[in-house]
Each structure stands twice: as structure tokens, then as C-alpha cells.
């Protein structure tokens, strides 16, 4: 079994993530998605609007998601990617280059984002209503 690892704050879900998590599950046979806690958030600077226990929730249900697991620190991937016997690290191209350090446990593969749709995007509409 080839199994896939991605990581991400998942909120405000929108049809970009879908994609993402659709050509990562493509890569493998088994996608774990690793999500932000609220208080890894909070170390970021970051706050998310859903909790984690409702983004997990939400994560679970998605076809191409097999396992969500919680990211609670930078440092926790090249644990992750042991524990889970992972084969392939994925992360959208925004990323690229940031994580190269982790091809000594892996493959690792940066997608290319899906154009026209963000978070952020999202966040600066809403606050314009």
C-alpha cells in the first residue's frame, strides 16, 4: 500500500482543498490528512474560523480523505512520515522548496494550487459584504 501525507489548516473548505486532496489521493492508496490544532494556529499567528474537532469532522467525510491526524508542531513530519510509513509527501506549490529536507524519508511533491480560489481570497470577500 502507497500511502500519501498533506498538511494544512483545512479552513473555510472550498472547492481548491477538494482538488487538492483529490490528485494527492491520486498519488497513493491511502491519504492521511494532517490538520493545524487551534493551538498550533495560535503559535502561527493564525486563527482559523471552524475548531479543530469540527475540521476533522469535515475531512473525514471526503471520499479521498482516509485518515486525519492533528499537526501540532513544525517539526512533527519526518515523525509523522516514519509513524505512518509514509511514501509521499504532498504540499501545493506555494510550498515548493520548503519541505525539499524531507526526500531523505520520501517522495515529496508540491501540486500546483487550483487558480482563481483561496482562503484568503474567501476571508477579503466576505469582510467586503
Not at 4 to 13: P, W
Not at 14 to 35: C, F, N, P, S, T
Request: charged residues 30%; hydrophobic residues 35%.
Amino acid at each position: 500500500m502507497r500511502k500519501v501525507i498533506t498538511y494544512g489548516t483545512f479552513d473555510l473548505l472550498h472547492w481548491g482543498h477538494i482538488k487538492l486532496l483529490e490528485r494527492a489521493k491520486q498519488l497513493g492508496d491511502y491519504l492521511i490528512v494532517a490538520i493545524s490544532t487551534d493551538e498550533f494556529n495560535l503559535q502561527k499567528q493564525k486563527k482559523a474560523y471552524h475548531s479543530y474537532e469540527h475540521r476533522k469532522l469535515i475531512l473525514e467525510t471526503i471520499k479521498y480523505v482516509d485518515e486525519v491526524i492533528p499537526e501540532k508542531s513544525w517539526d512533527q513530519k519526518i515523525d509523522d512520515i516514519i509513524n505512518h510509513n509514509v511514501d509521499v509527501f504532498v504540499m501545493g506549490d506555494d510550498w515548493r522548496g520548503k519541505f525539499d529536507y524531507l526526500s531523505n524519508q520520501c517522495e515529496v511533491v508540491y501540486l500546483e494550487r487550483t487558480e482563481g480560489i483561496s482562503t484568503t481570497k474567501i476571508k477579503k470577500e466576505i469582510a467586503s459584504l
